[in-house]
């Protein structure tokens, strides 16, 4: 429980984190709540390992707050812990503390927290975001496994910026029983550590992707998960090779604001890969440019439901003096106003716009026709089938543009993954984000995140070098829905060939 | 016909006039000698007023004649309150009636009628933050019977929206419901003349039912003393169905006359747990007035009254809006789509507090909620199994039973059903004993079943009734009962006497001819000859009452004089053992004396 003056404090802080103090940024910021005597996991038989929870995913003890970085959840207790937390202290897990984020899990950079910007130990860069605090502990080694969720991007991101790997599962295989939602039709419970090897041990070794969660009604039946992936390889944790494997660059990522040192890195590292065996083609993914505006309608819509339950009278506290209940008034609006950050706010608005009767059909209802031709442009380039279509589509090549070569449209394309960056630039720095960047701006680093959101399908972000900056950016690799067996396990040897750890 | 209260039934009754089987309100009148007989008169009316001197009998009953007469005219006036000339009204109802299920819609919860507040609560209900939906299958159940029941046409596939607004009884600031895709569509209801439908509406009417939906009931609350109101969240995620009728009644009759025959066909399916009066059911009425020579084929500006609690609500505060909006119009105003409230014995609606002012409810489909699909196969088992409709129910109790179609629709309506249920026992066991049923019996029978054992209940707790059909007043009792009572074995005073007895557990079950053996009640009529007595003496003195017989029988007037002859037959009541007399018998006898003896006699004196 959180005293009152921290409360305060915290309010402060918020209302000020457009201009970011010089104590600020010379902190890393990355806990929120830190456990200074952790709760060993019960069964002692297990290796015990240290892990950092997202605090937008309920604990009940061992911290026992669960804030979202959001004033509403400044002094909130769950009274019931996430599903996948439980799993993971049956399996070893110390938790250790819970780590900053943007509120509610809506931001790029972990700079819209009421608990100030998150940013990375060396030279002040930006973590990424929404689950930054999560990737600064893992790249800091403070922890094993730190957990995060990705809705559009926020575990991918921040791995990609703060150096280390981080996993989107497929939807519907992580609980999301207890993590508090932001875009239930997109938000996925994601897993972050310093190399693939730790995340492929628990999700596929130790036998989390096989667990139903009768809680969650998006979490995928015990049979279903069965009969899907006796279609799949991977899943008796063997070791898979480069060798055959093909390997797809979407043309369409090539994009105008793709930095010229991320280009050459991703093009490079699918030469070495290359060179180990793997087959590389070019592949077409026409829907990709409307992708990003189809999340930024479609995350809000849900977004802007979600919140509605933070009104000041159960959550946060009742705005004093501007109480206007009264006959014809709201009694919620101060109240709203005051306990939620700048991008919230902003989301909540387009959500709620997007979402009214005049605007239904020209946004909402176009972003979920977008999500369909993005899933089936994945569809289209895969070899494996997607198993949550009924029957296989057929696709018109006049619905492609024609500026994609005739060969694309056909195929060789289909493939076993995609690889592309996992954001357009390397970490920037946290002052030009704070500063100057504009909302778009930080909406433009979701734009190789964002598909693989839309369509459900698992994505890893494994770190490369870029040359001569000497930084890390994130190379991504998306596979077919329930294929994240195999995804791990090529990750991992791609990681291998471009010297990351395993 | 009014109802004329007991209370001034039993005093008619009792200040002069015949008692006839079956219409005296159970009372504890011991006999007394005649010479008392005024004083308990006066008692009785004390507890009216006390200071009215008494009335001459005469006056009395002209007097209740005129306030018959002026109610009947008052009825009238409700007929003429069905249509306004010139304008035309335009109702479309929508109907929320719970669920008669054993779990909430989306949580483990128990479902739950005033049991203590907040008992009943999953995490999804308060909406904490984290928690999810977890859809109940076995609602489907009566809500799949119900819009069968209504005719409507089932949906393979359905889905959930959520539609927001702001409200202290919603936790999660939206209320999840089905808006795109409702489970059933395109219904139909039929409305009979004995349902109550206006006038204007003849025989009978069809209202179409445009779709059905389920969705989360709201918690409760209720409001304290000052500024404060409690909320009980047992109530919150309860399933509720809505049912929405297409925009086709143009009486108010008729609106609350569907009201009342959807809550008669869910509780007939076993699709809901309670009626109105309990707060299981609820209406919001859609209103809007045109002018019968408008020819735009467009209604007028609708108005919304939420959350209407009784059939005379319905009907009242659609006459009400109804007229506020011709009012409006006639003044040159305008109507203003909004939502208004109404309260119960109040003459006009009131606008009520906008939610988020113009409120857009901004229905998005439930992202954390998969579609229904309903198997057809499901379907065509529930229609196979729900049973005989109440329209055909009623007809049968009509031509079967003889009852009146009031009576036989207050059966089918009471206690959910089960008081129907219990007339049947009532017949079984009747005829177990051997009585014969014809329609005396059985009309006796559903007498005794609706009236003297709702009387029961207007004075104590309730009956107890179960759903097979049993209360507090075993069946087989009431039949043994009425039994007696219909072979002339004992008197419908003592046969009320003993009903009381057997609802406060005083008799025990099966002792009904014990206890009228062990406390001598058996009806031990007087001989013939002991009536003549009596009749003898009631004429003493009344020469001129007998003149009018006289009058009659010599073709002076035209009318038989029946009010003078129940006069003789009361006098003879009140001086004889009343516990030993019929006064079926006493009229009888008294008859033929005039008849015989009484007229030469006069007409020797004159």
Known sequence: MLTRRRLQALRLRHAQRSIPSRYQRRQINHFISKEA??????????????????????????????????????????????????????????VTGKTNLDEFGMGSHSVHSAHGAVSQEKDGYSAGGSSGGSAVAVANGEVDLALGTDTGGSVRL??????????????????RFGVVPYANSLDTVGLIAKGVGRIREVVVRRGLWEVEDGRDPTSLGRKARRRIAQGREGYGGEDVELEGVRLGLPVEYNIEELEGGVRDAWVKAAGRLEERGAKVVPVSLPTTRHALSAYYVIAPAEASSNLAKYDGVRYGRRSEGESDAAEGGVLYAASRGQGFGEEVKRRILLGSYTLSSEAMDNYFLKAQAVRRLVRRD??????????????????????????????????????????????????????????????????MNDVFAVPASLAGLPAVSVPMLVEGEERMAGLQLIGQYWDDARLLGVAEAISEVLGGKR | MPRIPTSELSRYLLAGQL??????????????PVANFQTRRFASVETQSTSVPPTPLRKQLKEQAKALKASGQKKKKNIDNQTVPGWELTVGIEIHAQLNTVRKLFSPATTSFNDSPNTHVALFDLAIPGSQPLFQPETLIPAVRAALALNCDIQRVSRFDRKHYFHWDQPSGYQITQYYEPFAKDGRIGLLARDGIAAEDGESIAVGIKQVQMEQDTAKTTAQPGEAHWLDFNRVGMPLIEIITLPEIHHPATAAALVRKVQMMLSAVDACVSGMEEGGLRADVNVSVRRVDDTSGKLGTRTEIKNLSSFKAVEDAIIAERDRQIAVLEAGGVVEGETRGWSIGSTETRRLRGKEGEVDYRYMPDPDLGPVVIDPQLVQRLASSSGVSPDVETDQLIEKYGLTAKD?????????GARVQYYYNVLDALSELGAETDAIVTILAANWCLHELGKLTEVSSDLGMTADGECKVPSRDLAALLHHLCRREITAKVAKELLWAIFRGEVAPGGVTEAIKDNNLWFNELSKAEYEALADRAVEGEDKVLGEFLRF?????????????MFLVGKMMRAGPEHRMDPTSAERVMSTRIDDIYLDALGNKQ
């Open chain 2, 553 to 565: 029988a010599d073709g002076k007037s035209k009318a038989y004089p029946r009010g003078k002859l």
């Open chain 1, 378 to 443: 994945f569809d289209r380039v895969f070899r494996l089938e997607n198993p949550l279509q009924d029957e296989q589509e057929t696709f018109d090549l006049s619905e492609m543009s024609e500026e994609i070569p005739m060969e694309n449209k056909l195929g060789p394309a289909e493939v076993d993954f995609l690889l592309c960056p996992t954001a357009p630039t390397l970490a920037p720095k946290l002052e030009d984000v704070m500063g100057g960047q504009g909302v778009l701006d930080a909406y």
């Open chain 1, 37 to 94: 005597d952790p709760v060993p996991p019960i069964p002692a038989q297990r290796t015990p390992f240290t892990l950092a929870v997202k605090d937008n995913i309920t604990t009940k003890f061992s911290p026992a707050t669960t804030t979202c970085a959001s004033p509403f959840l400044a002094d909130y207790n769950s009274p019931f812990e996430a599903t996948i937390v439980q799993q993971l202290r049956d399996l070893g897990a110390v």
């Open chain 2, 19 to 32: 008692s006839r089987r079956g219409c005296l309100r159970a009372s504890r009148i011991c006999l007394q």
């Open chain 1, 158 to 175: 921040p791995a990609a910026y703060c150096g280390v790997v981080g996993y989107k599962p497929s939807y519907g295989m992580l609980s």
């Open chain 2, 408 to 416: 036989a629709i207050s059966l089918l309506a009471l206690d959910g």
